[in-house]
């Protein structure tokens, strides 16, 4: 059966919508949160870090679950475990919070897995554009969770839990809107297995080092950059102010990258610029906070919505075959995700250590070394071995 393009775009995006506010809503309401529940230093911080261990520790799931039950009904049920999850967490105490926060989170990282290869096979003429749909969305729906999270939560009433409970709603909706995807369903295909494994493929572990890097650097200074001005003597408005300028700076960077990189021979030069544009925000923050900061969270943003728009671009640009789209996106995404899980840990306790902010900014800039030459490298006209699994087609 074919199936409208523009639908099917549409479907994207209501999907996309949902990968990041469950996540992305839970700092503004942290302190109220922490209060009620009467959580330690320890618990707060192993909820700020779980959902990023859960996108890496459950992405391998996506790809198997996808050849078992095909991508449509894969997606659709993360859909309903996300609202599962989102509702959970604030219906009692800190074991449902956890709870809630597993089930939403792992439901995240099955969707950051699949819609790359959905995008390939669905879109195979259009992969650039739908890749900065994506990739903006994304951006764009954790921007506005970080905004609209406090306010909305003000409107409905119950607190914290209201603010985090709204969260839900996307979700169902766009559950109810997926259904009829269920009509066209991925399915193996006939192939005979080989034996190659992405993990001993160079090219996947340069793809999942820029992807990783660039995350650290990304949930590092997202975590931390408000605090890093607050010592410097801005109010917590204003410092809040600078992040999310930082995050609306990602978002025309997400949505132009991917068309113009697929168009290009190669993205050593993409890699290197969006790379280059973070490490002058950095520097900037490290040597002259507050002689511009507009200019440096602005480069920033534009560095990491680039490097991240890079990121999963590369999923798509270096890989022939759908799964293998989805295996890479998996591998890159599951040792990625817990790598940066570990990026604001390391900036704090550095924090914490020196009592100065100068040893993390240094630290984050080292970062841009590994993060530089897997770009250079990931950035090639190659493509992945070829592997035995069957591809993921659509049968109509």
């Known amino acids: 059966m074919r199936r409208n393009p523009l639908l ?16 992305a809503s839970v700092g503004p309401v942290l302190p109220d949160v922490r209060a009620d529940l009467a959580l330690s230093g320890t618990a707060t911080a192993l909820l700020t870090t779980l959902p990023l261990l859960c996108f890496g520790l459950l992405a391998l799931l996506a790809p198997r679950l996808a050849r078992w039950a095909g991508i449509e009904r894969v997606l659709l049920a993360a859909l309903l475990v996300l609202v599962t999850g989102t509702v959970c967490r604030v219906l009692a105490g800190s074991g449902l919070l956890f709870t809630g926060t ?34 903006m969305t994304v951006s764009a729906a954790a921007a506005v969770a970080s905004g609209a999270t406090v306010p909305l939560g003000d409107a409905l009433g119950h607190g914290w839990r209201g603010a985090l409970g709204v969260w839900a709603v996307p979700a169902i909706v766009a559950a109810l809107l997926w259904l009829p995807q269920l009509r066209a369903r991925t399915a193996p295909d006939e192939r005979p297995p080989a034996p190659r494994s992405l993990r001993r493929d160079p090219l996947a572990w340069q793809v999942t080092t820029f992807f990783g890097t660039q995350s650290l650097s990304f949930y590092a200074t997202l975590a931390w950059l408000p605090s890093i001005y607050r010592e410097h003597g801005v109010d917590a408005a204003s410092a809040g102010f600078l992040l999310a300028l930082s995050g609306v700076a990602q978002i025309p960077v997400a949505l132009v990258l991917p068309a113009l990189a697929q168009r290009a021979s190669n993205q050593i030069a993409h890699a290197v610029l969006s790379t280059a544009a973070m490490g002058a925000g950095l520097a900037g923050l490290l040597l002259a906070p507050m002689s511009a900061p507009v200019v440096w969270v602005v480069l920033l943003g534009i560095g ?11 999923f798509v640009l270096r890989t022939r075959r759908v799964e293998d789209t989805a295996r890479l996106s998996a591998m890159a995404q599951s040792t990625g995700y817990v790598l940066c899980a570990f990026g604001p840990l390391l900036v704090g306790l550095l924090h914490e250590a020196t009592g100065s902010w100068t040893p993390p900014l240094v630290l984050l800039l080292l970062f841009l070394v590994p993060q530089l030459v897997s770009g250079v490298l990931a950035g090639r006209d190659r493509h992945v071995a070829e592997d035995a699994s069957p591809v993921l087609v659509a049968s109509r």
Do not use: C, E, H, W
Not at 8 to 23: D, E, G, K, T
Not at 108 to 127: E, Y
Not at 304 to 314: D, H, I, K, P, R
């Open 8 to 23: 099917l775009a549409l479907m994207v995006v209501l999907v996309a919508v949902n990968l990041r506010p469950a996540v």
């Open 102 to 135: 597993v089930l939403a989170a792992g439901a995240i990282a099955i969707g950051n897995v699949l819609l790359p290869p959905l995008i390939k096979r669905d879109f195979p003429t259009r992969t650039g554009v739908m890749m900065g749909v994506f990739s």
């Open 304 to 314: 990491q919505g680039a490097t991240f728009a890079l990121g999963l671009n590369l």
